[in-house]
C-alpha cells in the first residue's frame, strides 16, 4: 500500500479532537513556554484547531504583524481559559506559511477550510 504525502493545504484540515481544553501539566511539551507567560500546573488550557488559527491570522491587516504570543492570548480568552498550547499553535502557523508559500492566497486557504466563497 502506498501512501500518498498530504499538500500543506489537507495538513491545514480541523483534526478530530481539537480543540480540547486540557490542564496544564509539567510534562507538556508547551509547559515552559505557557509556564513563562502566568499559567500553572492545573490551569486549563486549549489545544486548538488549524482553522482557529487561520482565523486569527486572517485578521491581521497586511503589513502587519502578529506574533504567536498574540495569537495564543485571543484563543485563550475566546475559549475562556489561561492559556493556549505555543506549541500546536505555532505548528499550524508554519503549516499555513507553508501553504501560502505554496502558491495559496490566504482567501483560497480559507475558502478550502471552510466553504465559503
Given at each position: 500500500m502506498?501512501?500518498?504525502?498530504?499538500?500543506?493545504?489537507?495538513?491545514?484540515?480541523d483534526k478530530k479532537g481539537l480543540p480540547k481544553v486540557m490542564e496544564l501539566e509539567e510534562r507538556f511539551p508547551c509547559y515552559n513556554a505557557v509556564h513563562k507567560r502566568g499559567a500553572e500546573a492545573g490551569d486549563p488550557v486549549v489545544l486548538v484547531n488549524p482553522s482557529?488559527?487561520?482565523?486569527?491570522?486572517?485578521?491581521?491587516?497586511?503589513?502587519?504583524?502578529?506574533?504567536?504570543?498574540?495569537?495564543?492570548k485571543i484563543i485563550a480568552k475566546k475559549h475562556g481559559v489561561k492559556a493556549c498550547c505555543s506549541l500546536t499553535t505555532g505548528i499550524f502557523i508554519m503549516t499555513a506559511a507553508n501553504a501560502v508559500g505554496w502558491?495559496?492566497?490566504r482567501a483560497h486557504v480559507w475558502t478550502f477550510l471552510t466553504g465559503e466563497r
Open positions: 502506498t501512501y500518498k504525502k498530504k499538500t500543506w493545504i489537507q495538513k491545514l484540515g482557529e488559527v487561520l482565523e486569527v491570522m486572517k485578521e491581521v491587516p497586511e503589513g502587519r504583524l502578529i506574533t504567536i504570543v498574540e495569537i495564543c502558491g495559496f492566497k
